[in-house]
């Protein structure tokens, strides 16, 4: 679904309250992989119904793997993820409720996460007898501290949406009947400003979590230096000059 420039991916398994099995993973790395960035500026990932985002992989399918098969199902949520984390817009994840194990990995593959009051986050995975499979243990780990995670983590405890929030999880919380809004809201405001500069900005923030002080400065420069060769730079600095709202075109 698109309006106007905002992309929504909808989540929608609605018996097994939105959970991941490898048809859906495969539709979500589908999705994602075929996305037009020209014509899609922001993206809205959220799940169908009013109970829950995603509440976690498929357990039933799961339950017969053994570790040839573990391996290779951990692989298709995580490369769909990863796919999803780096593309050139950005990703807003409303989360509508229940987002667990695979469902808080598919919001922390998403740039900002905001929720309803009544979601609740957890990697319940070890009372599974399994560790999270999706990029999980580096995500959540990389959002909150390592503290956090591996409490989390270990005692596959849920965390309110008051908690996500103090933690660094999230960004801001809702009432449910407000959320998509607030996501709409919060990407309108995304799609006024130079999508070049922002696909910029969103690589030097994600690569630079890994390099050394002096790589990431680097790597920002570069990207600083690269849309000093854009049309929407020349635009952006003449509009500030003239007192006037610019119109970038991502060229």
Not at 47 to 73: H, P, Q, R, T, W
Not at 180 to 205: F, G, S, V, W, Y
Request: some cysteine; charged content about 25%; overall charge negative.
């Amino acid at each position: 679904m698109q309006d106007n420039g905002i992309g929504i991916m909808t989540v929608s398994a609605p018996k097994s309250l939105n959970a991941l099995n490898s048809t859906v993973l495969k539709e979500i790395d589908h999705f994602v992989s075929n996305l037009d960035t020209k014509k899609t500026r922001v993206l809205i990932v959220t799940g169908d119904g009013e109970k829950s985002f995603v509440a976690g992989a498929d357990i039933s399918e799961m339950v017969n793997l053994y570790e040839k098969e573990g391996y290779e199902f951990s692989k298709i949520g995580a490369i769909a993820f990863r796919k999803l984390e780096t593309l050139p817009i950005p990703v807003i994840a409303a989360v509508n409720g229940f987002c667990l194990g695979g469902g808080c990995e598919l919001a922390m593959a998403c740039d900002i996460r905001i929720c309803s009051n009544n979601a609740r986050f957890g990697q319940p995975e070890v009372g599974l007898g399994i560790t999270p499979g999706f990029s999980g243990t580096y995500r959540l780990a990389k959002l909150i501290g390592q503290g956090y995670a591996k409490e989390m983590i270990y005692t596959g405890k849920a965390i309110r949406a008051d908690e996500a929030l103090r933690i660094g999880l999230v960004n801001a919380v809702y009432e449910p009947a407000e959320l998509m809004d607030k996501a709409m809201e919060m990407a309108q405001k995304m799609l006024k400003n130079a999508p070049i500069a922002i696909a910029h900005a969103k690589r030097c923030i994600n690569e630079s979590y890994d390099l050394c002080a002096d790589d990431a400065i680097e790597l920002e420069n570069v990207a600083f230096g690269k849309c000093f060769a854009t049309e929407d730079q020349k635009e952006g600095m003449k509009a500030f000059l003239e007192k006037r709202e610019a119109t970038f075109k991502g060229k």
